[in-house]
């Protein structure tokens, strides 16, 4: 075996997605889709961890406007260290949309080719902006591994009225913002090599006993995994292709 299949490769994945409405799915992702990848991945070498910034930047007794807005701060950086693998989460919440001063802090910390590209991004929200800059710029487009998982209506049966406006947007003017952020990812994800395996419909039951989503139905975790498997394959391809090649020309000038 080469010594450079020996090394290890760590890859981040970044997780987006409106905050307390996807907890239910953020978690599974985390403490049980990952632990799965890593001991799918072990013989290869590979360690892979979940950026969820719910938890990286102390969001969990925060309103989600709070939330929203420590995360806008930290959100680049995170999605960056996590290239090229990025997961978008979509409900039937759109998110905080922040005010101008908090959108140009956000503008200014990317480079100016990135600036160019977001410059057209105020008045989105902040789960918007991380997907654009995370999935759907052209560059992101071309050299990532993207998934976008989109719950379906179904899953909203059950929940009672009290507490549904907490997974599902009333708001009209935030409707027609989810809305045309979810045609533009079905646009854009079809112009760069298809959605059919990258923009997956998903379905979770509502547990009118435990007032909760079922965690007994192993559906969406089995879904994440087995194209998270895939995408993390088709980059090791790459990778150890690479490595075979550079390994090769060390020899060579070495000799």
Avoid at 127 to 155: C, N, W
Avoid at 157 to 173: A, K
Avoid at 192 to 218: A, P, Q, S
């Amino acid at each position: 075996m080469k010594t450079t299949a020996l090394r290890t490769r760590r890859y981040n994945i970044f997780i987006s997605s409106t905050f307390r409405d996807m907890d239910f799915e953020r978690d599974l992702i985390k403490y049980k889709v990952i632990p799965m990848l890593n001991e799918h991945f072990r013989d290869r070498f590979v360690e892979i961890q979940a950026v969820d910034l719910r938890l990286g930047v102390n969001t969990e007794k925060m309103g989600e406007e709070e939330s929203a807005r420590k995360v806008l701060n930290v959100c680049v950086s995170s999605i960056d260290d996590a290239r090229p693998f990025f997961i978008g989460l979509i409900g039937a919440r759109y998110g905080w949309v922040p005010p101008l001063e908090r959108w140009k802090e956000f503008l200014e910390r990317l480079s100016e080719e990135d600036q160019v590209l977001m410059k057209d991004t105020f008045g989105k929200s902040v789960t918007e902006l991380e997907i654009v800059y995370g999935a759907l710029t052209p560059k992101s487009l071309q050299e990532s591994h993207t998934l976008f998982f989109m719950r379906d209506e179904a899953s909203y049966q059950g929940i009672p009225e009290d507490i549904l406006s907490e997974f599902c947007d009333v708001d009209l003017e935030q409707q027609k913002k989810l809305k045309s952020l979810k045609e533009r990812i079905f646009s854009d994800m079809k112009g760069f090599g298809g959605y059919d395996d990258k923009v997956i419909d998903y379905h979770i039951d509502w547990d009118t006993e435990y007032e909760g989503f079922d965690e007994e139905n192993e559906t969406f975790s089995e879904l994440v995994l087995e194209h998270l498997k895939s995408q993390i394959e088709s980059e090791l391809l790459v990778q150890e292709k690479m490595s075979w090649w550079e390994e090769e020309k060390m020899i060579a000038e070495n000799t």
